[in-house]
């Protein structure tokens, strides 16, 4: 069985030598690793690590529940988002039960509902890369999960609000809003977990935070049955107290992932607008810490060519109508301008 299954495509090439900028992971490079390792420094210092972590999770889930303006009990920590899809596979799918992905979106959806045995549906968005709401609602049937990625990867675009409301007003199973790179969004549907039992928000401390070695990331769900989740069917120990109490200090001195984020805000607009003036490149608006380039030349050679010159990007294909994509992380200044210039010698070349 296992072999008839997809496994999932890392980004980053491991031949790849000397790299100048790696953009293929949406890793975030705004907060300064010299900020970061005292507080980790800190955390080590502090941490007994022989004994389990008990109270520093709860901290840390009160902490994070008042920041977010839920309930504590709304609250489950997991080993980043990643687990929480894994786990709310197990735990709300049975075997050939429905699963709705829409996409293009990320692949570890697909690959966790068929490892639970579900029967997966794809769905594509609209062209415009908006929620095809009355087909979604048309396949999804009466029970079952359907995920959504909102802002999106690879297209960058966050879904309009009130058209995940309709489908949790309209679909009587689970809706999984997937909100990895909301903090770099205008808004975020987190706060309506508490009214809506059919909602359930995905958070990772790997992108704003740029904590993404460190695994850390929450399930978000109605208050009236994440306590069971936690209880029933995450791990006793959900995750390490190491782990949570960097993330307590971070969000205790939450000014420097704030400017992190302003800062990546500032640089994706100044990309942004040089990508816009290269003949052969469209770039498609973005509320996440990537871009998504459609190209007019072979997106693997293209991608090929940057690796030479020390540019890793995502290779991606056809999104819709869209050839010839690739997807490249927001860095530094100095990394966006080595990628600027490989591309424009990548473009005048092919």
């Avoid at 609209?126 to 095809?132: G, Q, Y």
């Avoid at 500032?266 to 490149?281: A, F, P």
């Amino acid at each position: 069985m296992l072999n008839q299954l997809d496994a999932y495509q890392f980004t980053n090439d491991l031949s790849a030598a000397n790299l100048s900028a790696k953009l293929d992971a949406n890793e975030n490079w705004h907060i300064p690793t010299e900020r970061l390792q005292p507080i980790v420094a800190e955390a080590v210092a502090t941490v007994d690590v022989r004994k389990y972590p008990m109270g520093i999770i709860q901290e840390l889930r009160e902490t994070v529940a008042k920041r977010l303006g839920v309930r504590e009990e709304s609250i489950v920590p997991t080993v980043g988002a990643d687990q929480g899809i894994d786990l709310l596979c197990q735990g709300f799918l049975r075997e050939a039960d429905s699963v709705v992905i829409v996409g293009p979106t990320y692949s570890f959806y697909k690959l966790r509902a068929s490892l639970a045995g579900a029967r997966c549906i794809e769905v594509n968005l609209n062209k415009d890369f908006s929620l095809p709401v009355e087909r979604i609602l048309e396949v999804a049937g009466d029970r079952g999960v359907v995920f959504l990625c909102s802002p999106n990867n690879p297209t960058g675009n966050q879904f309009r609000a009130e058209d995940i409301r309709r489908l949790c007003d309209d679909f009587s199973g689970l809706i999984v809003v997937d909100e990895a790179y909301v903090d770099f969004a205008p808004e975020s549907i987190v706060e309506e977990v508490t009214s809506r039992r059919n909602l359930l928000v995905l958070r990772t401390f790997s992108k704003a935070f740029g904590l993404a070695d460190l695994r850390l990331g929450l399930v978000i769900g109605n208050p009236g049955w994440a306590p069971t989740f936690l209880n029933r069917v995450q791990y006793p120990y959900p995750i390490s107290g190491l782990v949570a109490n960097i993330a307590l200090r971070l969000l205790k001195e939450y000014d420097l992932v704030n400017d992190g984020i302003e800062s990546l805000k500032r640089e994706r607009l100044s990309i942004s607008q040089e990508l816009t003036e290269l003949q052969g490149v469209k770039v498609l608006p973005s509320a996440t810490n990537f871009l998504l380039l459609s190209l007019t030349t072979d997106y693997v050679e293209a991608h090929e060519e940057l690796l030479k010159r020390g540019i890793a990007t995502k290779r991606v294909g056809r999104v819709l109508d869209l050839e010839n994509c690739i997807r490249v992380t927001i860095g530094t200044q100095e990394m966006n301008q080595s990628f600027l210039r490989a591309l424009r010698e990548v473009l005048q070349n092919a």
